[in-house]
Each structure stands twice: as C-alpha cells, then as structure tokens.
C-alpha cells in the first residue's frame, strides 16, 4: 500500500473566512442560532487545508483505524478515520489520536476495504461501470444507491417519501447511498436541507451513507463517451474529488469512501488515483433506468434529481414487488455489507 499522495494546489483555493472579534453582537447572535439550529444542515463550517493522508492507529482496545482525511474545521485540526473492517468514517479531532499506537501496514492491507480497494482497483479496466457492482458474497438483499447531479429540476422529494414509506411500515430506516455533485448541492439548497433533515430525523425512514459524485460533474453532451464526464481534457481531479467531499464536511457530513463516477465512466488513471485517495468505486447491477433489471445482491442506481422518471418508476414497481412477498425495510443493506457481508443494521 502506498502513501497516498497529497493533492496539490489545495493550499491556493478560495476558502471561507473565519469570523473575528471585531464583528457585531448581531453576527454573533446569528452564529449561536445557527449553532444550535435543529437543521445542522446549514452551510457553518469553515473546511480548510484539506487533504488526503494515511495513518494506521489503533484504538486501546486494538481496534485498527485509519486516518485518511486530514483538515481544519472552524481552525481546529480534524481528521476523517475509517473502520476498515466495518466500512464506517467519522470526523475525530487530532488530539484525540494523537497519543494513539500506531498500527502496522499489514492489519490494513488484511482488511475488507483495503481488499476490496485493490480488487476493483485492480484490471481489467473498462471504460464503463468500473468498481463495485453487487454483493462480494451471496446476499438477498439490495443495496440503493440514488445519484444527485446536477440538474435544472428541483429534488425528486416524492422519491424519497415513497422511500421513507416503506420503511415505516417496519419501523426500520432504509439505508440509501446518496451520490451527490459539489453543484448539485451548492444549486439546490433547500432540496439539500430537506433530505439532510429527513436522513437525520429519527422517524425520517432514512440512513444516508454520503457518496462522493464529484464537484462538477463534467458532461458534454457532444462528446464521446472515451472524452466526457472526468475522462473530458483539462479536468482537475483532485480537485473534483475533494472539493465533494468538503463541501458534505461543510455541512456537518461525514463522507463515506465510496465515488460513484459520473455517468459511470472512468479508466485506469482515474481509478488508480482513487485508490490512493482511499476510494473506493462504486459502479451499478441495475441501472434502473436504463432498464436493467434489478437481482438480489444488486447495486442499484436511480437518479433522484427529477432527470430520470423511467429509472424511479422502475423502482416503484420493484417496491410493490418486494411488499407484495412480504419485505420491508430490511431487503435493502447499507453499501458496507456489500463489502463486509455483515447485514445487521
Ligand atoms: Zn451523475
């Protein structure tokens, strides 16, 4: 496993300042209601210095962690930290882990990320729908997986409130990848608040695992498909990839190392970044719209920004189905027990 690299030039980008003292009672005033406002959705978190980074640790029980983010929020140095074997990140201070052992590259390289890391990083490398597609081992379930690039339609909030449906009828969240563009977030503010607000409301019959979708989502509607989306000439991918991901941070997010291409077109250069910048490429089994049927064990992919009613009626009906042989909730698993094969919730 090599160090992942460092992405250069993030030191030169345009960043949110930092209130001062000098500022108003009323700027403060504002800032605590924002602090404590229900929805930690607003945009209040300055994200700076932001870069990968790779540091093994272990907890004082001998849990291992790694340490693959490395930034400052609001001036404090953070880092994101994976569970590689249960597939799950937090945002930690670094003086929590500073006086942590460190742990060797061996127990990383032994994990069911890292593993799965280098099998879909590894060749053959096709142009179309690289990375994770189903379940590494057998499963029944599903695994749903919703894209948000940018668009000109607002949120497709019905989607979502079919999805939350469902799982009320067990009382048990439904786990959703949601795939978001930097600009799809920065263009539709309230839909964005809206579905933060119902993925974090205990009742909101959603468990969202934030999937990097890239800042821009390139797309030229001329162009082949061997030069379009990421693969197009002149695009910054470090910058498109963390750019995403600070823009979830910003919002009090966590991202999850998980990037879904856009338009699921990549090649080996892409993919290889992305492992060194622990990411794991997450393709589809069932493009729904497109009118691949969906198998158990299936990455499934619908566009939940309103630019792809056949792919959500396709799900629709794969709902009925499921309720009409008795499932609920519990047919669909979070993206990590496609990795891990672990399926409680
Ligand atoms: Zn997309």
Redesign the pocket.
């Known amino acids: 496993m090599r160090e992942p690299r460092r992405a250069a030039g993030l030191a030169s980008e345009k960043i949110c300042r930092r209130g001062t003292a000098s500022r108003s009672s009323f700027l403060l005033l504002l800032s605590a209601l924002l602090y404590f406002w229900p929805s930690a959705s607003v945009s209040a978190l300055v994200i700076e210095d932001y870069r990968p980074c790779f540091h093994a640790y272990q907890e004082s029980g001998g849990t291992l962690r790694v340490a693959w983010r490395q930034f400052q929020e609001n001036g404090t140095p953070h880092f994101l930290v994976m569970d590689p074997v249960r597939v799950e990140t937090e945002k930690v201070p670094r003086r929590d882990i500073e006086r942590k052992s460190p742990a060797g590259s061996h127990r990383w390289e032994g994990t069911p990320f890292a593993g799965a890391l280098a099998r879909y990083s590894a060749p053959p490398h096709p142009l179309q729908n690289a990375g994770i597609r189903r379940a590494e081992g057998p499963a029944r379930e599903y695994f749903l997986t919703v894209?948000?690039?940018p668009s000109r339609t607002p949120l497709d909030r019905g989607f979502f409130r079919k999805i939350a449906g469902f799982a009320a009828e067990s009382g048990t969240a439904v786990p959703v990848g949601v795939?978001a563009?930097g600009l799809w977030i920065k263009n539709h503010p309230e839909d964005f608040r809206w579905l933060v607000d119902l993925g974090r409301a205990p009742a909101g019959g959603l468990r969202i695992t934030w999937i990097n979708?890239s800042y821009s989502?390139p797309f030229d509607p001329s162009a082949p498909v061997e030069r379009n989306f990421l693969l197009r000439p002149g695009v910054d991918l470090s910058f498109e990839v963390l750019e995403a991901e600070k823009i979830l941070l910003q919002h009090g997010l966590v991202p999850a190392p998980y990037f879904?291409f856009?338009?699921l077109v990549s090649d080996r250069l892409r993919v290889e970044s992305l492992r060194e910048w622990l990411l794991l490429p997450v393709g589809a089994g069932a493009w729904m719209g497109k009118g691949e049927t969906a198998k158990p064990g299936d990455i499934i992919l619908v566009?939940g920004n309103g630019n792809e009613p056949r792919g959500v009626r396709e799900l629709y009906r794969l709902l009925d189905r499921l309720r009409s042989e008795g499932g609920r909730a519990a047919v669909f698993l979070p993206l990590a027990a496609a990795i891990t094969g672990q399926t409680a919730p």
């Open positions: 894209d948000l690039c795939a563009s979708h989502h879904r856009p338009g566009h």
